[in-house]
């Protein structure tokens, strides 16, 4: 296709192209500010030697144009964010909360804002939610040099009993034999149901919106998914990991739980 | 990943976004996202992103709907399926053969125990009862979902040889609903039903071409252990209706009871365990031989 016709087909396609982009955005929280940069950086993208993404679109493999172009779009947004602050990515604390989790954690870890400061960069209607997020958001995994007396007299204490220590000691003995058996389990699946996995549980997809790519009916993917499941859980159980196992991992009072009397961790009690 | 990612990789993952990406690009692709989360992120908000966009577009252009448009390509999809199809007149008998032969070891295969049985057309009219008798409901767990497919395979069998479209029918209908309640095989379950439409001439070429492959994935899918042993269960159940107490005394049915009766692994129940040893035993009366057919299958597939 010659450079008049594609820059035709860029014209014509423009309003989509900011759909897209407004979409990521949206679904991104980025700042009016941000927005207007990405929104710069895609139409730069697109253009550039004379509009050569468009003129790779071939359709051959039975895509969309407008699939071809938010792919292209969402490729850019990973670039720009990587461009400019490096590979950072969520804890999986925020990963498992969505989007807004992610981002606060963003703003507030990465980017070293207050709350408030959070908060007045955010939607209105979000701003309740993030608050909420606030309190329960566990503290940065890469220690932060301390600067002042000040900043250290704001750090809650690190200080806990021997018997806490231990007890999460083995909480996270038992927490990585658990992911090394779930891992193995999730190995032994077809790539075709493992990234079923990945992408309900790490991209947070519903199965109804991956049914298409699926080219199935969301029913189908239900009952799909369900036996997915109980093939893991009969796999995790036969390497000796059973409901109460896991129970203690994920509870986040756990050594409380274990002092009330709780069956504690015994990795191989079947 | 990302950093090497091209324009037609991208178009990949739009078309598999789409559910358009098919065979081996698509196998290809899915082996590669499921071990890269850069590519994952571009799919899972690529299909996000399309959804909202649609959810947009259909908010501003309710009106302007129209479902034909999207009814299309599956009919044309459909007529070339069909002309595939009719193009393609294979044997079935000798695929049950293949399957029976390559999937296991112990038992007999499937053949040799029709061989000791009388004409499929007298076996037919039986099929619907066992049909029934295993039930119409929800399909259960994979050894009883196993069993279940292993004895309609057997049924299927009896009732093209027999052209008792009927009872094939029946037979198509009831494997489909165990393959959706498995989840993993939807195009089998798809390709089943739509058998189960023809006639009886088209259902016999139709699954002569596709039965190969699909017993492969059987295998693949469901416990083979059972499937074996779901096709005996059916075999036993309908030669102890005709009366035919040579599929019993058989030295390769006998051999393959004593086998079954090692398994200890397998956890058979004791319903199941005894109607095996009341199959094999000389002392059993026809009467009670009939029985224990019926249990051996309802206490497998329960």
């Known amino acids: ?270 | 990943m990302l950093d090497s990612i091209d324009c037609s990789a991208l178009e990949e993952v739009a078309a598999f976004a789409e559910g358009r990406l098919r065979g081996a690009e698509r196998e290809r692709l899915i082996a590669h996202l499921a071990g890269c989360a850069d590519c994952r992120e571009v799919l899972a908000e690529t299909i996000e992103v399309g959804a909202d966009l649609d959810a947009e577009t259909s908010d501003q252009k309710v009106a302007d709907l129209r479902p034909v448009a999207v009814l299309r390509p599956m009919r044309s999809e459909w007529a070339v399926r069909v002309g595939a199809v009719a193009a393609t007149v294979v044997v079935v008998g000798s695929s049950l053969v293949a399957w029976q032969l390559e999937a296991r070891k112990h038992p007999p295969s499937r053949s040799e125990w029709l061989a000791e049985m009388p004409p499929a057309r007298e076996l037919a009219p039986h099929i619907w009862g066992g049909i029934r008798m295993r039930g119409a409901g929800e399909a259960g767990e994979l050894s009883a979902q196993s069993t279940e497919i292993g004895a309609l395979l057997v049924d299927l069998e009896v009732a093209l040889a027999a052209n008792d479209a009927g009872s094939a029918s029946d037979v198509l209908n009831r494997a489909a609903t165990i393959l959706d309640a498995a989840g993993m095989m939807d195009d089998d379950a798809t390709m089943l039903r739509s058998a189960a439409e023809r006639d009886i001439v088209a259902t016999r070429t139709v699954m002569a071409t596709q039965l190969p492959e699909l017993q492969k994935r059987l295998v693949e899918r469901f416990d083979d252990f059972y499937l074996d042993l779901g096709s005996f269960a059916g075999e036993a159940r309908i030669a102890v209706t005709v009366g035919d107490r040579d599929f019993l005394t058989a030295r390769h049915t006998r051999r393959y009871i004593a086998w079954l009766l090692t398994q200890r692994d397998r956890a058979l129940s004791p319903a199941a365990l005894e109607a095996l040893r009341l199959l094999s035993s000389d002392t059993t009366t026809a009467e009670q031989r009939r029985q224990a057919a019926t249990d051996l299958l309802q206490s497998l597939t329960s």
Not at chain 1, 22 to 29: D, G, K, P, T, V
């Open chain 1, 1 to 270: 296709m010659a450079a008049k016709d594609l820059e035709r087909l860029f014209l014509d396609n423009l309003a989509l192209i900011d759909s897209i982009v407004a979409s990521i955005c949206r679904r991104n929280r980025l700042t009016k500010e941000e927005r207007e940069d990405f929104a710069s950086v895609v139409k730069i993208k697109l253009i550039a030697d004379d509009y050569g993404v468009l003129g790779k679109f071939t359709g051959n493999c039975g895509a969309s144009l407008r699939g071809y172009l938010i792919a292209v779009v969402q490729h850019a947004y990973q670039d720009h964010r990587n461009h400019l602050w490096g590979k950072w990515r969520p804890s999986a604390w925020a990963r498992d909360r969505g989007k807004m989790a992610e981002k606060l954690e963003t703003l507030l870890y990465r980017d070293r804002l207050t709350l408030e400061e959070a908060c007045a960069l955010a939607a209105p209607e979000d701003r309740e939610e993030m608050r909420r997020l606030a309190a329960e958001l566990p503290p940065p995994r890469i220690k932060r040099s301390i600067e002042d007396d000040k900043e250290l007299a704001g750090l809650p204490s690190s200080e806990s009993s021997p018997e806490t220590r231990l007890i999460d000691r083995e909480r996270e003995v038992l927490a990585d034999e658990l992911k090394r058996a779930l891992a193995e389990a999730v190995q032994g699946l077809f790539p075709e149901d493992r990234l079923l996995i990945q992408l309900r549980l790490e991209r947070h997809l519903s199965l109804a919106s991956v049914a298409k790519a699926y080219r199935c009916e969301p029913r189908q993917l239900y009952r799909r998914w369900e036996l997915l499941i109980r093939q893991l859980r009969t796999r995790l159980e036969s390497s000796g990991y059973g409901p109460s196992q896991v129970a203690w991992v994920l509870n986040a009072g756990g050594g409380e739980a274990r002092e009330d009397g709780d069956a504690g961790p015994s990795p191989r009690a079947g």
